[in-house]
């Protein structure tokens, strides 16, 4: 076998691993394959091989990815883990999945698992937005620990002025506002192969725009998958957006609430400072004395 006929074969082989790599190497891996194919007598074998290491290097990095993900454990008693199968089948079928849920159903929690063990997060970040800081940072916390991992391995977070994430995370939780400001250095978003965009309901600018650059940008990333997750009043309005995505409906879990009320003072005396009214208030009801609710 010649030189460009060796070339050629190893062009081919190499191909066949292209979709194996990560989403942020395929394009510029595929712009080489392309240039290479266009005058294949003019291969250069030391080309092809820079090509092959670079190819082989990205696939193993993806393998390694996948096999870092856990044995994920539900949480049963969560009521969005009756629709779990429904949600995985519909995020298989469609590129936009809108999850409705109130507060307490575990979509926030439960959903990036969901993903990781559909093999989401190996070729590109699941990446998980939430309208602030805290509740970026309480959710990373929290789904770590559901992992068994630690914070800014498998699960990281990255708010302003803090990165808590690591070339081994494969779900990162950010504001919606950073996920925008990521746009500038990434426009296509290969950084991702899903993103969840969490509490959309609350209809902030940032998760408008975010909506709305996801939008634009579905059609030129089929690979993506898009899940939003809203508040009942929300969700037949993202589903018109997105062209009639599925709508998976999950049941809110409520807690019993019971509300006592308790004077800062009596009649004839001077109320005392807030800090030491709480202070009494929560020693009465751990004695178990508080004032019975009226």
Do not use: W
């Not at 994920?72 to 883990?81: A, C, K, S």
């Not at 999850?99 to 998980?128: D, Y």
């Not at 559901?146 to 504001?175: A, C, H, I, W």
Request: proline content about 6%; some cysteine.
């Amino acid at each position: 076998m010649n030189a460009p006929d060796s070339a050629a074969a190893r062009l081919a082989a190499l191909r066949e691993l292209l979709p194996g790599c990560l989403l942020r190497d395929r394009r510029r891996l595929q712009s080489t394959f392309d240039r290479l194919a266009r005058k294949p007598a003019a291969a250069d074998l030391r080309e092809v091989g820079r090509l092959e290491t670079q190819v082989r290097a990205s696939a193993e990095l993806v393998a390694a990815r996948r096999a870092s993900v856990p044995r994920i454990v539900y949480d049963e008693t969560l009521p969005v883990h009756a629709r779990r199968d429904d949600i995985r089948r519909a995020i298989e079928a469609h590129q936009v999945v809108i999850v409705s849920g109130a507060t307490g159903s575990g979509k926030s929690t439960q959903l990036p698992k969901i993903c990781l063990e559909m093999g989401r997060g190996a070729a590109g970040l699941i990446g998980h937005t939430q309208p602030r800081r805290i509740a970026a940072q309480a959710l990373a916390t929290r789904v770590s620990a559901e992992l068994g991992s630690s914070v800014g391995d498998l699960v990281g977070y990255q708010v302003r002025f803090v990165d808590r994430t690591s070339p081994r995370t494969l779900v990162k939780l950010m504001t919606d506002g950073l996920l925008l400001r990521e746009l500038e250095g990434d426009p296509l978003l290969l950084r991702y192969d899903t993103l969840i965009i969490d509490e959309a309901h609350e209809r902030n600018l940032n998760v408008d725009f975010l909506l709305g650059v996801c939008h634009r940008l579905l059609p030129q990333r089929p690979d993506l998958r898009l899940v939003v997750t809203s508040a009942t009043i929300e969700t037949q309005r993202f589903a018109e957006f997105f062209s009639g995505a599925p709508i998976i409906d999950v049941e809110g879990q409520s807690y019993p609430v019971e509300v006592r009320y308790r004077p800062l003072a009596e009649e004839d005396e001077a109320a005392p400072p807030l800090p030491e009214a709480v202070r009494d208030a929560l020693e009465e009801l751990e004695r178990g004395c508080a004032r019975p609710a009226r």
